[in-house]
C-alpha cells in the first residue's frame, strides 16, 4: 500500500534518521556543509555497513538519500577494495567526484570508512577545489 505522506521527504530541513551520538555528529556535518555552501542540492551522512541514513538534507524529493545510499556505499567498497589490492601512487582514498552535465556529486569516506557523507551541488554554484575543501574542513 503506498500511503503518499509516509513517503515524503523533509525539504530544505536537516533531518537526522538517529538520536544517539552518531546522530548528532552526523548533524554537525550537515550544518557545517550547508552554512559553507548554502546552495546544496542533497547531502547525507551513511553508515557504510548498514546503508543506514543518519543524517540528510534536501532541496528536492527527487534528490532521495534512501534511495541512492546503498548504490554509494556499494561504490565506496569496491573503490577501497581496488586501492587495497594494488599499490596506488595517488595514496589512500580520500574522496569520490562524479562530475555530471550541470551536477557534482562528491563522496567521502568519514570515521574510518565506517560512514560516508555525500554531496550533490550544481556546477554554477560550485567547482571541485570548492566542494573538496568545504567537505575536507567539515568531515572531522
Not at 540528510?56 to 589490492?85: C, E, M, W
Amino acid at each position: 500500500m503506498n500511503i503518499p505522506f509516509f513517503n515524503r521527504l523533509q525539504l530544505k530541513k536537516i533531518t537526522v534518521g538517529v538520536t544517539d551520538e552518531n546522530g548528532r555528529r552526523a548533524q554537525q556535518i550537515l550544518e557545517g556543509l550547508l552554512a559553507d555552501l548554502p546552495e546544496l542540492l542533497m547531502s547525507c551522512v551513511v553508515d557504510s555497513n548498514s546503508g543506514k541514513v543518519l543524517a540528510f538534507y534536501t532541496t528536492n524529493s527527487a534528490y532521495n538519500p534512501n534511495q541512492i545510499n546503498l548504490r554509494h556505499a556499494k561504490l565506496l567498497q569496491t573503490l577501497d577494495g581496488a586501492v587495497a589490492a594494488q599499490p596506488w601512487i595517488a595514496g589512500p582514498l580520500t574522496d569520490v567526484a562524479v562530475i555530471l552535465e550541470d551536477e557534482m556529486h562528491h563522496l567521502r569516506p568519514l570515521n574510518g570508512g565506517k560512514w560516508y557523507c555525500f554531496l550533490a551541488v550544481r556546477l554554477a554554484d560550485a567547482n571541485l577545489g570548492i566542494t573538496k575543501e568545504i567537505m575536507r574542513r567539515h568531515s572531522f
